[in-house]
């Protein structure tokens, strides 16, 4: 599950549910060999599924970031753990970004500080 957190603080799910490629009617289902051919392929796909590791991650977008250095920042994230990764994935500054992880941070906030000014949308994800 992915998420987006604009300035205004309103999360919004990226992970859309997917639709069925095909249907199975009540006739098909009652033919027992073919029933098992598409189970079959379902506990593949399953399998295949659960073996794929995808990260959730969060972005909150455009954040405003002083250069003092002491200001909190806060990120809440709600990962459930403090080993996340986190990047900017769009700056604008007069410099490069220098984000640093605060020791407040737990697992449902990241909390940096900032010595660059600038706005950020900053990217978060779970550590594997």
């Not at 455009?62 to 002491?70: E, K, L, N």
């Not at 410099?95 to 000014?117: E, G, K, Q």
């Amino acid at each position: 599950m992915s998420s987006n957190v604009p300035v205004n603080g309103v999360v919004r799910a990226l992970a859309k549910p997917v639709e069925p490629s095909e249907e199975v009617t009540a006739e098909q289902a009652s033919d027992a060999p073919r029933a098992a051919r598409l189970f079959m392929r379902l506990l593949r796909d399953i399998a295949t599924l659960r073996r794929r590791w995808s990260p959730l991650r969060v972005d909150h977008e455009d954040r405003v970031v002083d250069a003092t250095g002491t200001t909190l920042i806060r990120f809440p994230h709600e990962l459930g753990t403090s080993s996340v990764r986190y990047w900017a994935v769009r700056w604008s500054g007069a410099t490069a970004p220098c984000l640093r992880v605060h020791t407040s941070s737990d697992a449902r906030t990241l909390v940096l500080t900032s010595t660059v000014a600038g706005t950020v949308t900053l990217r978060i994800e779970e550590a594997g």
